[in-house]
């Protein structure tokens, strides 16, 4: 299907890709799939590593929010994902996690400093593809309008809240 879609042999996926779960994994990779962990920065990854701990993890998760929000494909596929498992989709979760790794390499505390971030992470992270997932059959969740930019700036302000929490006095420090 996705040969004759391209209007070419289905030959030349596998010769030049190994095959449809490689295709995947090359568009997941190099397409617009998942926000670049320069987009995840703001930009500017040196500068986003300079700022503060708390600073680094709320633009993260705001930035996150709102690349995932503009791409409606992503969103079907993180939706196709929470129903089912597959070769297709095992390719694209090893492309977002291994942003995630980067991006903890790139911005997190040293290993074993501070709040298990990586947990956090994980719980902010679920709760944006839910709550975006969501978003596209329904409006309303816990009250908070999912249609309407009030509501998203709702949510990035108790994101914010979060992880600010979870950093204030934890004594976490930029890593070097």
Do not use: C
């Not at 074993?112 to 839910?130: F, M």
Request: hydrophobic share 45%; proline share 5%.
């Amino acid at each position: 299907s996705v040969a004759k879609e391209a209007g070419v042999d289905k030959v030349l996926i596998y010769r030049y890709f190994g095959g449809l779960s490689q295709l995947i994994a090359a568009f997941g990779r190099e397409g617009d799939f998942w926000p670049s962990i320069e987009e995840l920065a703001g930009g500017d990854i040196l500068e986003m590593g300079r700022l503060p701990m708390a600073e680094r993890m709320v633009l993260l998760a705001k930035n996150y929010l709102r690349a995932i929000r503009k791409r409606p494909l992503t969103q079907e596929i993180l939706a196709w994902e929470m129903i089912e498992r597959n070769k297709l989709t095992e390719e694209l979760e090893m492309v977002r996690e291994m942003t995630t790794q980067k991006l903890f390499e790139l911005f997190g505390p040293p290993p074993g400093k501070g709040p298990d971030l990586a947990a956090v992470s994980a719980i902010i992270g679920a709760s944006i593809n839910y709550l975006v997932t969501r978003s596209r059959t329904v409006r309303w969740f816990s009250g908070i309008d999912l249609h309407s930019e009030e509501g998203w700036s709702r949510l990035e302000q108790a994101f914010e809240g979060i992880i600010r929490s979870v950093l204030s006095d934890s004594g976490t420090p930029a890593p070097a």
